[in-house]
């Protein structure tokens, strides 16, 4: 499965954030990538890599931490109308806690990945 990778798209207060995704259709697809993604150390070693996916059956989403984080990009995947392709979100924690601004740093990879394969 192709993994396309973003890396280092923005930083907020020290926190560095990177986006990628790739199709899958099922959960086990979707887990498959973020496997291939935390083949890399620095991925591996990332404070979370929240990701979401649309399915025929419904979203699947992992926070991996970020509470709430997996919710804000199934609802962008269900706004582009975008199935069968896993958006994950990871964030490399700068030590400066976000709050909601958090929320709107995933948003802003998640249409950065969007605008990319347009």
């Given at each position: 499965?192709?993994?396309t990778?973003?890396d280092?798209?923005l ?6 954030y ?10 086990g697809?979707?887990?498959a ?5 935390k ?6 070693k ?12 419904g ?42 601004d ?15 394969m347009?």
């Amino acid at each position: 499965m192709p993994l396309t990778l973003h890396d280092y798209i923005l930083t907020d207060r020290g926190s560095k954030y990177a986006v990628s995704g790739g199709p899958a259709a099922s959960k086990g697809e979707a887990l498959a990538l973020v496997k291939e993604l935390k083949r890399q150390k620095k991925f591996a070693k990332a404070t979370h890599n929240t990701w979401a996916l649309l399915t025929v059956d419904g979203p699947v989403k992992n926070d991996d931490g970020e509470a709430g984080a997996g919710m804000v990009i199934v609802r962008m995947l269900e706004r582009a109308k975008l199935t069968n392709h896993v958006i994950i979100v990871t964030r490399w924690f700068g030590g400066t806690h976000l709050g909601g601004d958090r929320f709107r740093r995933v948003q802003d990879c998640v249409t950065f990945y969007i605008d990319q394969m347009e």
